[in-house]
């Protein structure tokens, strides 16, 4: 089964249409490069990059297939030298390729070769559960909700007004969340909870993998409202701001979030930056690892424990997922609601190196 991919960030092909009449010689303008940026192929047409790869390489070895973009349609193939790059240029630029659905491929060279580093952790498989995932403390349940009060949340928090940030919009409820500091103003109570949200916070008590111990008087929603395209960077929720269980529920449209663990702890944002806007990997890390999981609409999903105070958690921005080879586009919204309960005190948590009050 071949794994989803997750292509190198920005690579950039050559100068070009890909109007299907161009010939070899004008995509050979730019110098030569082991790398193929290929047009009019990938998993939004039903070819996977396991399939692309394989016609490929009649070329040469070929080193991976990647996403070129967040269409589904465009890929980087890349070689272990200029000529076989050349060789299948030649053989399938502005042809149709009876080993690729007969679909007319328009190819140039990529410019940009991804990095070893990017090209060994390009790829992480998307789980369908928690414990196929495997990191303590992470817990997902499917159809935490119905389909109708699906449809009375979305139209509840669409009859009050929206916070517009920079890619996404946002509400706040019990506590308005400060995208510069990461952290919550503990002096500004903004009243309970609303009432729509009053049969959800009752189902979280019954939620099978809480302690008896464990705290659920949650008292924070922060509701997000994502277009297709967007999603956020790697970012661990603030440890001095909330306590250790963090609940997700995903309405109107899927998305897979990744998981990655940094080997040298925690990495903090600058003052002020947007996990809207910031890069996915700011500090150009290779030791770290990662984790995906597909969050299907209704879902819930709950970070406790090493998997909420370890682990930076993102969602990718891109208009497909891809999960088992399947092409999953995203929704025209998907909105989520966050449930936390805010900490009053320093945390004292296990995890030091990844924790701000440590700092």
Known sequence: MGLPRFGPPNPKA???????????KKANRVISSPNLYVANCGPAVGLSHDTIASVFASFGHVRGVYAADDSGARVIVCYDNDSCAAAALSALHGRPCPQLASRTLHIRYSVLQPSPATVNSSS????????????????LLPDFVTPHEEQELLAAVDARPWISLAKRRVQHY????????????????????????????????????????????????????YPPGVGLSPHIDT????????????????CIMEFRRYAQGAWFPKAGSSIDTEPENPENCTNFTRKAIYLPPRSMLLLSGEARLAW????????????????IKRSSRRVSFTLRKVRTGPCQCQFPQYCDSRR
């Open 124 to 139: 992480v498989q998307v789980c369908l559960s928690a414990s196929e995932n495997a990191i303590p403390g992470l817990y």
């Open 14 to 24: 050559a100068v070009g249409d890909d109007d299907g009449d161009s010939n070899t």
């Open 312 to 327: 930076h958690h993102y969602i990718p921005h891109h208009k497909i997922d891809i999960v088992n080879d399947n092409v």
């Open 174 to 225: 019990g506590y308005q969340f400060c995208y510069q500091t990461r952290n919550v103003n503990t002096k500004q109570h903004l009243g309970a909870l609303p009432s729509f949200v009053s049969p959800v916070l009752e189902r979280v008590l019954s939620f099978p993998n809480l302690s008896d111990a464990a705290d659920v008087s949650l008292d924070q929603l922060t509701v997000n409202e």
């Open 239 to 254: 440890h001095s701001a909330f306590e250790g269980l963090i609940f997700s529920l995903s309405l109107a449209g899927p």
